[in-house]
């Protein structure tokens, strides 16, 4: 027996057996002897294993898969849905779908091109009850012109005043080129349209001059007007860097950068040379004009004192159809790169055009019913009615453009 005890632990110093080998039926043991083995060749030599947190992204995507996939959106999806920065290349049905499934009414765009459809809607409306009577007087009914036919006419004048309103709020804050400006420089007196993006040197704009960060800039006294959809690029002026910034949305209406009653600095300065902002102050007057007539054609006005008819009612009329022709001209103007050279493929152009044609008809209601024939009254009548068609495609139009920054 102890010859047997004496050739084993010889057979055990010859194979040199480690304690993992002679414990591996023993769990506990195996860890220890792993983790002193890990002592010895040095943790940090190793490299570590990745987490890849795989259930959490699966959540994620499930989540995401859900939220794309639902299909009854919630009310603040539909009234306060994402703007997006550059238009969606979405087709004409998916956008004809959001115009009438999303209202976004922080959106100042939106709420101009929503204003006047329903307001030419209105006036459509009541271009029928004015001219069907005149071709087939059968279909006249006992409250049409006590009721329906004023009742339209206010009701249309009104969304009208909200519209021009709302597009003088737009032009007010829409810009085309906005800068960041360094060192106290005055943003008010220096010509945007002589700025242009260059780098004379022929080196690229990062390697120009490094932008600024935002501590810094504050502590310069950097003024910073922020915008929506802007491409920012590096200019020199007197030595110093600057940013020019493009834009074309509005900021949305609670937003801090959104104006609502601007200085007469700035509008004699930054606003003065602005196409679109003197087309929505010109029109939001047209609109207020235009509501004289209509509160002076109401019956009972003007019914004992007809003598007053051309004066507070007719000529309220026509002016403001001549305040929207000159608003809608601008809008043209302003959609053109050369003022010589229509673009009708322009989406803002097509808006002007339409515009131009129902203020047209407007103003043609407003002034020929003062000849006296009755041939010029039918022909007022019915420009009146194509001016309010005109006017109605112009606005689905501008919601269109509007629809392409939604998802």
């Not at 006047?116 to 279909?139: K, M, Q």
């Amino acid at each position: 027996m102890f010859s047997k005890m004496l050739n084993f632990r010889s057979w055990k110093k010859r194979h040199k057996y480690t304690e993992l080998e002679m414990n591996e039926h023993d769990p506990s043991r195996i860890r220890s002897s792993f983790d002193e083995s890990l002592g010895r060749i040095g943790a940090s030599s190793l490299p570590e294993w990745p987490n890849f947190p795989f259930e959490e992204e699966l959540k994620d995507q499930q989540n995401d898969q859900q939220s794309t996939t639902s299909v009854t959106p919630t009310p603040k999806s539909r009234f306060y849905p994402t703007r997006s920065s550059v238009k969606h290349s979405s087709s004409f049905f998916k956008r004809l779908r959001r115009m009438w499934t999303l209202f976004p009414i922080r959106d100042i765009s939106w709420v101009v091109g929503f204003s006047f459809t329903i307001g030419s809607t209105a006036f459509v409306v009541n271009g029928f009850f004015l001219l069907l009577p005149l071709i087939d007087p059968e279909t006249k009914f006992s409250t049409e012109t006590p009721y329906a036919t004023p009742a339209s006419s206010v009701l249309g004048t009104l969304i009208f005043l909200i519209g021009g309103y709302a597009g003088y709020l737009e032009g007010l804050n829409f810009r085309e080129k906005e800068m960041v400006l360094t060192n106290g420089l005055d943003l008010e007196n220096i010509e945007i349209p002589d700025i242009r993006t260059k780098v004379d040197d022929g080196t690229s704009p990062q390697e120009s001059e490094p932008r600024l960060d935002s501590d810094s800039a504050q502590s310069d006294g950097t003024v910073q007007l922020r915008s929506l959809r802007t491409s920012t690029s590096t200019i020199h002026t007197d030595g110093q860097v600057n940013e020019l910034q493009e834009a074309s949305l509005a900021p949305l209406l609670g937003d801090s950068a959104f104006i609502y009653l601007p200085t007469v600095h700035q509008i004699c300065t930054r606003y003065a040379h602005s196409l679109y902002f003197h087309a929505g102050w010109v029109q939001f007057l047209g609109t207020i004009v235009f509501s004289l007539a209509t509160l002076t054609s109401l019956p009972g006005v003007l019914t004992s004192s007809p003598s007053l008819i051309p004066v507070l009612n007719l000529l309220p009329a026509t002016l403001g159809g001549l305040l929207f022709i000159i608003a809608s001209v601008l809008q043209i103007l302003h959609a053109q790169d050369k003022w010589w050279i229509p673009q009708p493929v322009k989406g803002g152009w097509q808006v002007g055009f339409w515009n131009a044609i129902g203020s047209l008809g407007f103003t043609l209601a407003g002034a020929l019913p003062v000849l006296g024939t009755e041939t010029a009254t039918y022909v007022g009548t019915l420009a009146d009615f194509w001016g309010s068609w005109a006017f109605l495609i112009g606005s689905v139009v501008q919601l269109y453009i509007v629809m392409g920054y939604y998802a």
